[in-house]
T-cell receptor
Framework: DAGVIQSPRHEVTEMGQEVTLRCKPISGHNSLFWYRQTMMRGLELLIY????????DSGMPEDRFSAKMPNASFSTLKIQPSEPRDSAVYFCASSPRANNEQFFGPGTRLTVL | GESVGLHLPTLSVQEGDNSIINCAYSNSASDYFIWYKQESGKGPQFIIDIRSNMDKRQGQRVTVLLNKTVKHLSLQIAATQPGDSAVYFCAENVDSYGKLTFGQGTILTVHP
């Protein structure tokens, strides 16, 4: 298996632009998680899905952030409009079921100028 | 201006020494725990896990100990190698969907 796939690996954009991050979970995994990691705040859970349904989005910082999971093999995290303070590494992880490890993707390093 | 960030605990050891990384968890109802290793520029990688019906589990060069009485988790790495240098996170499973709550992390530096 290829593992969790994220794209792009690096994104540099200007303040005000829309940013879309993409994730392909491991086939057969039922849960998908989006995290943000910064030096200031560490690893933060933004939102997670189970069987493509959002379960908890209380970690999403603002209305500028939205996430979708249209099918079991694809999810997006969108920031519109982006701001410099959104600069971070965004990780996607998937898990086959509860009480099981989460498998992390390589992350997307986002820089908003 | 001065930048302010998380002040992660750090552990520096010599190559060949044993390392012990500690973690306190918050939820007494948590029944599953994981240790992750994160190297620079990479996502967290699974090291070892333990369920709440156990108090010790061993892997290759790693051992996890769980003390539910005081809500404490530790990771022991035997014969630490320079390649073990990374940030180590403990995580606890907090719901039926697999949501994990992560600790702040510990920086391990192994000197040759």
């Amino acid at each position: 298996d290829a593992g969790v796939i994220q794209s792009p690996r690096h994104e540099v954009t200007e303040m005000g632009q829309e940013v879309t991050l993409r994730c392909k979970p491991i086939s057969g995994h039922n849960s998908l998680f989006w995290y943000r990691q910064t030096m200031m705040r560490g690893l933060e859970l933004l939102i997670y899905f189970n069987n493509n349904v959002p379960i908890d989005d209380s970690g999403m910082p603002e209305d500028r952030f939205s996430a979708k999971m249209p099918n079991a093999s694809f999810s997006t995290l969108k920031i519109q409009p982006s701001e410099p303070r959104d600069s971070a590494v965004y990780f996607c992880a998937s898990s086959p079921r509860a009480n099981n490890e989460q498998f992390f993707g390589p992350g997307t390093r986002l820089t908003v100028l | 201006g001065e930048s302010v960030g998380l002040h992660l605990p750090t552990l520096s050891v010599q190559e060949g020494d044993n390392s012990i990384i500690n973690c306190a968890y918050s939820n007494s109802a948590s029944d599953y725990f994981i240790w992750y290793k994160q190297e620079s520029g990479k996502g967290p990688q699974f090291i070892i896990d333990i369920r709440s019906n156990m108090d010790k589990r061993q892997g290759q060069r790693v051992t996890v100990l769980l003390n539910k009485t005081v809500k404490h988790l530790s990771l022991q790495i035997a014969a630490t190698q320079p390649g073990d240098s990374a940030v180590y996170f403990c995580a606890e499973n907090v719901d039926s969907y697999g949501k994990l709550t992560f600790g702040q992390g510990t920086i391990l530096t192994v000197h040759p």
